[in-house]
C-alpha cells in the first residue's frame, strides 16, 4: 500500500483477498450481539497507513493472511518431555487427546549437549529437563500411535539437531510415512547458543555447514518442513530487552538467508523454509508492537535487500512461548495469570502458534494438571474471548503504533552496529565477529542487570515476590523424576548396542567421517548411520574427532 493511497482502495484490494479465501458460513459478534468487521481501518487518508497496511499485504505489519484466525487459529502447540520417551509419549497423547494441535519436543541437556546417556558427563541429567534420546529407535517410541505424516512436530534442539532430525526421518520411514510428506520445525539456530544460550558441539563455521546441507536438503525432498527456526526467546530470557531480541533475532535470520545465498540456493524457494520462536514477556503492549514490527522489519528486508519477490518468502511465520523468566516460585498460581497475559499479547500481535507456561515451571518440569491449566489457557482465549474475530484490533492504536516504530528504529540501529562490526560487508561476518569478541553477551549482561537492579529497588514491582507478599498458598506437588529413569536408559541402551549389526554401524560411521572431509552434504550419509542405529553421541563424536570442538573466548 502507497502512503497516499486511498484508504477506501485499500479496503477493496484486501476484501477481494478475504472473500476468495474465507467462506462466510457466520455471523462474528460480540458477546452482546454487536456484528463486527473481519478487520478495521481509517476513513479517507492517512499518511501512516502505508505503513500499517492490511492484513495479508506487504510489509505484513498486521498479518500475514487477510483472514486472520478467522480462516485459521494459531496452533496450540505445547512444549512438553520428561523422562524416557515412553513417559513422553503418554504426554503427547494426553495433549493431543485434549485439544493441542501439535507437539513440540523438549530434549534433556545430554541429548541437548550431543551426548549418549551412558555418557559419564551425562550422569544425573537423563530425562530431568526434557527427552532422552540416544537414537532412531528412542524416537520410534516417543512418536508411537502418534501418525507423523498428520502431526506436525517441532523440536527444540540446535547444536545436535542435524543427527537428531535424521533419527525423526527414520522414525517417519518405520511408520510407512513418505518422508516428503513431513511438515514441523526444527529449531537448528546456532548462532543463539553462542549469543545466550551456550549449546554448541563445534565452532561456528561446522555448524554452518550442517545447517547449509539441511537446508539445501529440505529445499529438495521436504519442501513442507521448516529446518531451521530463528530463536530469540533464549536472547530474551537471558536478560535482553525486547528490543535486542527483536534485533539480535533477526540479524541471525539474514545471516542465514545470506548462508542459503552462499549455496545457490533461490530465496523464493528456501526461504519459506526459516520460522522464528519469539519470547511473549509480561509488557503488554511493547510485546505485541515487537511482534508487529518483527513482521514488517522482516518483510522489507526480504524484498529489499535479498530480492525476495514473492509474499511466502518474505512472511515472517513466528511461534511464540510465554516468558519463564516471568515466572515466580513464590506464590506460583501467581504464574496462572501472567500466562494467559503473555499468551493473549502473542495472540493480539499475530502468532502462527503458541505454547503456554505451566505454573510449576519455575520449580521443576510440568505436573500433568499444570499442564492442562497451561493447555486450557490457550483454548479459554480461543474459544471464549472473541479476540479471533477481528484482525489486528489493536492496529492504528496511537500508543501501539508509536511502540511498533520505536522499536522496528531501534532494531535498526543494531541492525547497522552488527554490520559494522564485520566491516561493513555482510549481516553474517557481524555476528561472527560479535560471537568472538563476546559483545552479544556483553549487550544481554548489561540489559539484565539493569532490570535486576530495578527489581531490587522496588523500581520493578512483582507481585509475591517485592510486593504483596502475604499469602494462603499452600506448597505445590511438583512432578520428579526417578533416579530409576537413568538406570533404565542406560540398561535399554546397551541391550541396544549389543543387538544391533555392528559392521554396519561401522561402516555408516565411516561414511560419515569420509563425507565430513569433503564438500559433499551430510544428510544422507547421516540418515544412514541412523538408520544403522548409531547413537548421537556417536555420530556427534565422530563430527567431534574431525572438527574439533569449541570454547568461547574469555570476556572481561
Not at 519459506?272 to 515487537?290: N, R, T, V, Y
Request: hydrophobic residues 40%; charged residues 25%; proline residues 5%.
Amino acid at each position: 500500500m502507497q502512503p497516499d493511497e486511498p484508504i477506501e482502495a485499500g479496503r477493496a484490494r484486501w476484501q477481494a483477498r478475504y472473500d476468495a479465501a474465507f467462506k462466510r458460513d457466520r455471523e462474528f459478534r460480540t458477546l452482546s450481539g454487536l456484528e463486527v468487521d473481519p478487520v478495521y481501518g481509517p476513513p479517507g487518508t492517512d499518511p501512516r497507513f502505508g505503513r500499517i497496511g492490511w492484513p495479508g499485504e506487504f510489509p505484513f505489519t498486521r498479518g500475514l493472511y487477510a483472514t486472520g484466525y478467522r480462516g485459521r487459529p494459531w496452533t496450540i502447540r505445547q512444549f512438553a518431555g520428561f523422562g524416557n520417551a515412553r513417559q513422553t509419549n503418554e504426554r503427547y497423547k494426553m495433549i493431543l487427546g485434549a485439544g493441542g494441535g501439535g507437539l513440540s519436543v523438549a530434549f534433556d541437556m545430554p541429548t541437548l549437549m550431543g551426548r549418549d546417556s551412558d555418557d559419564p558427563r551425562s550422569l544425573g541429567e537423563v530425562g530431568h529437563c526434557g527427552v532422552a534420546v540416544d537414537s532412531a529407535l528412542d524416537m520410534d517410541l516417543l512418536f508411537d500411535g502418534i501418525p507423523l505424516g498428520d502431526v506436525t512436530t517441532s523440536m527444540t534442539i540446535s547444536g545436535p539437531a542435524v543427527p537428531i532430525f535424521c533419527m525423526y526421518v527414520v522414525a517417519a520411514e518405520r511408520q510407512g510415512v513418505p518422508v516428503g510428506k513431513l511438515n514441523g520445525t526444527l529449531q537448528t539456530d546456532i548462532f543463539k547458543e553462542y549469543i545466550a544460550q551456550k549449546e554448541w558441539l563445534f565452532a561456528p563455521e561446522p555448524h554452518l555447514r550442517l545447517i547449509g546441507d539441511l537446508m539445501e536438503f529440505c529445499a529438495a525432498e521436504i519442501p513442507a518442513y521448516k529446518p531451521l527456526s530463528v530463536s530469540g526467546y533464549h536472547i530474551r530470557e537471558a536478560g535482553s530487552t525486547a528490543a535486542q531480541e527483536l534485533a539480535f533475532t533477526l540479524a541471525d535470520g539474514f545471516g542465514y538467508v545470506e548462508l542459503g545465498l552462499s549455496r545457490g540456493l533461490d530465496v523464493d524457494v528456501f526461504a519459506p523454509g526459516l520460522s522464528f520462536f519469539f519470547d511473549a514477556h509480561i509488557d503488554f503492549f511493547e510485546e505485541i508492537a515487537k511482534f508487529r514490527a518483527a513482521r514488517r522489519i522482516w518483510a522489507r528486508w526480504m524484498r529489499d535487500v535479498y530480492g525476495a519477490r514473492t509474499e511466502k518468502a518474505q512472511w515472517l511465520r513466528f511461534h511464540t512461548q510465554t516468558a519463564g523468566v516471568s515466572l515466580t516460585a513464590q506464590q506460583p498460581d501467581n504464574n496462572i495469570v501472567r500466562t494467559a497475559v503473555e499468551a493473549l499479547a502473542a495472540v493480539l500481535g499475530g502468532t502462527n502458534s503458541l505454547h503456554t507456561n505451566a505454573l510449576d515451571e519455575v520449580l521443576a518440569l510440568p505436573s500433568e494438571k499444570a499442564a492442562e491449566i497451561a493447555l486450557r489457557t490457550q483454548q479459554v482465549i480461543m474459544e471464549e474471548t472473541e479476540v479471533v474475530n477481528v484482525v489486528d484490533p489493536l492496529g492504528g492504536s496511537w500508543y501501539v503504533e508509536a511502540l511498533t516504530d520505536r522499536l522496528e528504529a531501534e532494531a535498526e540501529e543494531i541492525f547497522a552496529r552488527i554490520r559494522e562490526m564485520g566491516g561493513g560487508g555482510t549481516m553474517t561476518a557481524g555476528i561472527l565477529r560479535g560471537i568472538e569478541d563476546g559483545w552479544f553477551m556483553s549487550e544481554i549482561a548489561e540489559s539484565a542487570f539493569d532490570y535486576q537492579r530495578k527489581l531490587e529497588k522496588g523500581d520493578k514491582r512483582i507481585v509475591g515476590v517485592n510486593c504483596h507478599t502475604s499469602t494462603v498458598e499452600e506448597p505445590l506437588e511438583i512432578l520428579r523424576i526417578s533416579h530409576e529413569v537413568e538406570a533404565e536408559q542406560r540398561r535399554v541402551l546397551a541391550e541396544r548396542r549389543a543387538a544391533r549389526d555392528r559392521k554396519a554401524v561401522d561402516a555408516a560411521l565411516a561414511a560419515l567421517r569420509s563425507a565430513s572431509r569433503t564438500t559433499e552434504n551430510m544428510i544422507v550419509p547421516m540418515l544412514e548411520a541412523a538408520r544403522a542405529e548409531a547413537t548421537l553421541g556417536e555420530i556427534c563424536d565422530v563430527l567431534r574427532e574431525e572438527w574439533g570442538t569449541y570454547s568461547e573466548p574469555a570476556a572481561f
